[in-house]
């Protein structure tokens, strides 16, 4: 037996007469009731029992939100609102959706750098938390606040003085255009104190894709010490902290998923340190990948079947333009085949090695480099999984004009 780690470990879905099973359907099923491919399906069962193992997992009383550019799709988002304690948007169009969900205004906070005039008016307007990136954006928030004669709902996004280890992305440590360096927050919650603005909390948010419980473990510790340093120059008790999430997903073989008990065990320690010192603060974490990331496929279908000098190629109607991070352009630096199966032909029958590409007249435009698949002709369906995070509205749908993907919810 081989023991080289391959992508069938990292398949979530059920296998049925060797056909991936998706929200109960077949994937031919769906393509069915779509009614054309290239599409995402989103199994709403995988979300819920994410959420139900995720809290089950983790200590009572920590809050988990569902940080929405993750992906938002409405009837995404509305399935998650009725699972999770809060939404994070990033956006107007964001905000739209999370308030469209039902969600109170209360449990909606705003982060990200360079909100315009408007964004801040409707935040403002709509009583959600802003999570301020700079004190030009207090400043401008503070203002709107009394032309509306509404107190701005505030919370100062801190750039930490460390950084998330073996992460994905660095969101902290270090210059960076995301929140307000640690040592300049002390005056901006004096600001705050001085102004009719009601104050929230802090939001720290230090990194993302993470599978390491050290690296997490590490980044949570220094992250409450940090707050709890702040909490000092603070104007009010801390009503929220918001510590960042950062929980990352297995794509590639040999990654290992990540293990929560550490993590958990760690977390109910310092929940109960945050208790004595802060008081009932509100604590909570931001998620978007780990929800939903692996409740998610992308399907195209195979247009033609060629063979290049030794290197047989299926190419579908699908790519890049549809699915820019299993192409590898986004954000990896040595391109990396996400786990990609044949839809019929999961596990079993006969298997070629193939590379899967898309229509577009790049060489970027790649779903799987050189793969061992379940053999497929023309007409059969590809599947892409972990797709449920940073597909659909990550990718580039006007490049080369063809059109966009469908988004379903099964
Ligand atoms: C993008 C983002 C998240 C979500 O990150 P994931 O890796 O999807 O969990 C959370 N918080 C903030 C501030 C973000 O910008």
């Given amino acids: 037996m081989s023991e080289r780690p391959t992508h069938a470990a990292l398949i979530q879905f059920p296998v049925v007469d060797d056909q991936l099973i998706v929200g109960g359907m077949t994937v031919a099923q769906i393509a069915t009731q779509v009614g054309r491919t290239p599409f995402y399906a989103y199994d709403r069962e995988a979300m819920s029992r994410r959420l139900r193992e995720l809290r089950e997992a983790l200590p009572d009383g920590i809050s988990i939100h569902y940080a929405i550019k993750a992906n938002p799709m409405p009837a995404v988002v509305d399935h998650m609102a009725g699972l999770v304690d809060g939404l994070d948007v990033a956006s107007l169009g964001e905000l739209r959706i999370a308030l469209d969900s039902g969600t109170p205004a209360a449990e909606i906070s705003f982060a990200g750098p360079g909100k315009g005039e408007l964004e801040l008016q409707g935040a403002v307007a709509a009583g959600i938390t802003l999570n ?42 270090g210059p960076k255009p995301f929140g307000i360096d640690a040592e300049a927050v002390p005056t901006v919650l004096e600001r705050i104190r001085n102004s009719g603005a009601h104050f929230r909390g802090l939001h720290i948010f230090s990194g993302s894709q993470n599978l390491r419980p050290d690296s997490l473990i590490e980044a949570q510790d220094a992250t409450f010490e940090l707050a709890y340093r702040l909490a000092d120059a603070a104007p009010t008790a801390l009503e929220m902290l918001n510590i960042g999430g950062g929980f990352g997903i297995p794509y590639f073989p040999g990654e290992q998923r990540l293990d929560l008990g550490p993590v958990s065990a760690n977390l109910e320690e310092r929940l109960a340190e945050c208790r004595d010192r802060l008081g009932d603060t509100e604590v909570v974490i931001e998620l978007g990948r780990y929800l939903v990331a692996e409740a998610g496929i992308y399907v195209c279908q195979v247009v033609d079947k060629k063979t290049s000098r030794g290197v047989t190629y299926l190419v579908t109607n699908g790519g890049l333009h549809h ?9 990896q630096i040595i ?12 596990h079993a029958g006969p298997r070629e ?19 061992e ?19 659909y509205t990550a990718s580039p749908h006007l490049f080369l004009g063809h059109p966009a993907p469908l988004q379903v919810l099964v």
């Avoid at 203002?143 to 100062?156: F, K, T």
């Avoid at 391109?335 to 999961?346: L, Q």
């Avoid at 090695?353 to 480099?369: E, F, H, R």
């Fill in 323 to 331: 699915h820019l991070a299993a192409s590898g352009n986004f954000g």
């Fill in 335 to 346: 391109r990396k085949n996400y786990p990609v199966v044949t839809a019929r032909r999961v």
């Fill in 373 to 391: 698949l379940g053999a497929a002709e023309v007409g059969d369906l590809v599947v892409v999984m972990q797709s449920g995070a940073y597909g």
């Fill in 132 to 173: 301020l990136e700079s004190p030009g954006e207090l400043e401008r928030a503070l203002r709107i606040g009394e032309v509306l004669g509404i107190a701005p709902r505030v919370a100062v996004r801190v750039n930490p003085d460390f950084e998330l280890k073996s992460s994905g992305m660095k969101m902290g440590g």
């Fill in 353 to 371: 090695l193939v590379s899967v590409v898309g229509p577009l007249c790049t060489p970027l435009d790649i779903l799987a480099d050189k793969m």
